[in-house]
């Protein structure tokens, strides 16, 4: 009888998860700038070809997927998932504005390309809210060759919301290509090793180990923001609304929920393991079975501190200075871009340059940020989506048990 043969190396790691695979390529490019700068500088254009790759997908990502979303969504559908929506919206936005808290307390600096690029910050929240009124006014195909993140938004918006009375042969067609945009969004993910290789050992060979630091740094305060909004203010909210001890409540959702997500980071993957916790803990199905799989596209507190924190981490770099008016409109931003966070790994990501948007940074630095959340990512996203799917548990949990 033949005997099969174990897979090769090269066979475990081309068949090895994102994860662990874009791990080996950080050590990697480690390794390579230690051992070899002069190699290590010349593998840059990997990272280039990713974050260029990235920088052509991200607006029409951004377009199909809102509008896709808008149109698809049943009109006069009642139900009673009002407060539970309420819970979600909050966590979201107050994650978001933690972060903004937690970014001025401990600010992040990045190591920016930017020799070549004009920046313009605004002066103001006016400055601010004028830019933001002529982005969203802006000519679409403009909007997409500049990547105008805001105007793309307003439009998606505009064409969801017209387009929720076509015919279901055109509601088909627009899902179809939100869906084909997502494919090509999961390839270009699947060369994130390599991206990560060159960026790493290009930015180590001409800026140094030092680098290094600036990455755990932004990392510790992403990971800190997380665990503050779960153990602190997460059960806040939970105690005001069924004013009991929240804590029994918490530990159980991120034993049996967080903790799972954490390794698949996908919060759609989670879905059949909150159904399960839910039925566990009692609660009314034809609730949960509404409020699970819609926490896992809108209740994303972990995405809202992605964006925020990154994003003044780039707004640090580069000197510009925010008011508390335009801090609390980024928050107001990030929660509404995480709720359109897509569904594959690092989708949250790519909606950080919408943010950057505010304070007049490029879209060509806004996608070296990005870079960096993929460098990251490695722990980032499994932290972001442990937070993400556990809250859906919770303040579902909570609004059924309320007092």
């Not at 174990?6 to 790691?13: G, T």
């Not at 909210?237 to 698949?264: D, H, W």
């Not at 919060?267 to 399960?276: D, G």
Request: glycine share 8%; charged share 10%.
């Amino acid at each position: 009888m033949p005997t099969q043969s174990s897979p090769s190396l090269m066979q475990r790691l081309l068949h090895a998860s994102l994860v662990k695979q874009i791990l080996v390529g950080l050590l990697a490019g480690i390794a390579l700038a230690w051992l070899a700068p002069s190699a290590a500088s010349s593998v840059g254009i990997l990272g280039n070809l990713f974050v260029g790759a990235l920088k052509a997908v991200a607006p029409l990502l951004v377009l199909v997927l809102v509008t896709a979303s808008i149109m698809n969504h049943p009109l006069g559908r009642k139900t009673s998932l009002g407060p539970i929506l309420f819970l979600y919206l909050l966590g979201t936005f107050s994650a978001a504005l933690i972060a903004v808290l937690v970014s001025f307390m401990f600010p992040s600096v990045l190591d920016l390309k930017v020799a070549n690029v004009q920046i313009t910050p605004p002066g103001g929240i006016v400055e601010v809210l004028k830019g933001l009124v002529m982005s969203i006014v802006s000519n679409p195909f403009r909007a997409l060759i500049d990547a105008n993140y805001i105007g793309i938004l307003a439009w998606a918006i505009g064409l969801g919301l017209a387009m929720r009375h076509s015919a279901d042969t055109t509601k088909t067609l627009v899902t179809d290509v939100s869906v084909a945009v997502t494919k090509i969004v999961r390839v270009i993910i699947r060369f994130a090793p390599l991206g990560i290789f060159g960026l790493v050992a290009e930015t180590l060979a001409t800026s140094g180990f030092s680098a290094l630091y600036n990455y755990i740094h932004l990392l510790v305060v992403l990971v800190g923001c997380m665990l503050l909004v779960a153990l602190v203010f997460n059960p806040l909210i939970v105690f005001f609304k069924t004013r009991r001890n929240p804590y029994p409540l918490v530990f159980a959702c991120l034993r049996e929920s967080g903790v799972t997500a954490f390794f698949t980071r996908s919060s759609a993957a989670n879905i059949p393991v909150n159904m399960n916790l839910c039925r566990k803990l009692g609660l009314d199905e034809d609730t949960y079975s509404v409020s699970i799989p819609l926490g896992a596209t809108i209740n994303m507190a972990g995405a809202a501190i992605t964006i925020t924190v990154l994003t003044l981490a780039a707004v640090s770099t580069l000197g510009i200075q925010v008011d508390i008016l335009t801090a609390l409109l980024l928050s107001v931003m990030a929660a509404i871009c995480a709720c359109g966070a897509s569904g594959v790994a690092g989708g949250s990501l790519l909606l950080i340059p919408m943010a950057c948007g505010l304070f007049g940074i490029p879209n060509d630095v806004a996608m070296q940020v990005v870079a960096v959340g993929f460098i990251i990512g490695v722990v980032q996203d499994s932290a972001e989506t442990a937070l993400n799917s556990s809250t859906d548990v919770l303040f579902t949990a909570a609004a059924c048990q309320k007092s």
